[in-house]
């Protein structure tokens, strides 16, 4: 609080999450949102080639475009509300450059998650949730509280991991639920994918930005 107003912080976690609601709110507004998950959304039959969209995104980049739409308001809400949580977190740790890059990166292994599972998937796949679900798994590693579950302290760290994973793809499931989303898909491989990719970014990243400590 300085000057009697509130200052938000200007993170790189602030500020992916300015631009995603943003651009959630511009497109509902202007009632967009359906063409946008068509436009903007990652179909995995689109990097197989059976599907062709001129007016839509570059298939590459819809990892990254997709993160930009989402399904309904509640589940933009529960994206930010973890990305928030976890991410401003992760950021005080690892830094704003290599936040962005779990990010980025665990949108990319979401998607080819994805693809993998469902390579002539038609339905777009929208939200920034596997993206999310990279600062998940940093998160994870960083502030987990290590319940003591088997002896083996490698093991323990991997299961308490694990059921935050499992607690995450049971709340956007939910989500999708109570939202009756339709449509477009919430998808369970693109979440243990990018899962996986922010659990093995994090220690080098760690050890990166602490290299000279």
């Known amino acids: 609080m300085a000057g009697g107003q509130l200052r938000i912080p200007r993170t790189a976690t602030v500020w992916i999450a300015i631009v995603t609601g943003v651009f959630w709110l511009l497109a509902y507004v202007v009632g967009l949102s359906d063409q946008a998950a068509v436009a903007l959304g990652f179909i995995p039959d689109r990097w197989s080639g059976a599907v062709l969209l001129s007016s839509a995104a570059p298939a590459f980049l819809t990892p990254l475009t997709a993160t930009l739409v989402h399904a309904g308001f509640l589940h933009l809400a529960l994206n930010l509300i973890i990305l928030l949580w976890c991410g401003t977190a992760v950021e005080r740790v690892l830094g704003a450059g290599p936040l962005v890059l779990i990010y980025a990166v665990s949108a990319y292994v979401a998607a080819v998650a ?55 793809i049971v709340l956007q499931l939910l989500t999708g639920t109570v939202a009756g989303m339709q449509g477009v898909l919430l998808a369970t491989p693109a979440h243990v994918g990018g899962f996986l990719a922010g659990l093995a970014l994090q220690r080098p990243l760690l050890m990166w930005r602490y290299r000279s400590a």
């Open 114 to 168: 994805q693809w993998l599972v469902e390579p002539f998937a038609q339905v777009p796949m929208v939200g920034a949730s596997g993206a999310i679900s990279g600062i998940i798994g940093a998160f994870a590693l960083s502030f987990g509280q290590q319940k003591q579950i088997v002896a083996s302290a490698s093991l323990n760290r991997a299961l308490n991991a694990m059921w935050l994973l499992a607690a995450w």
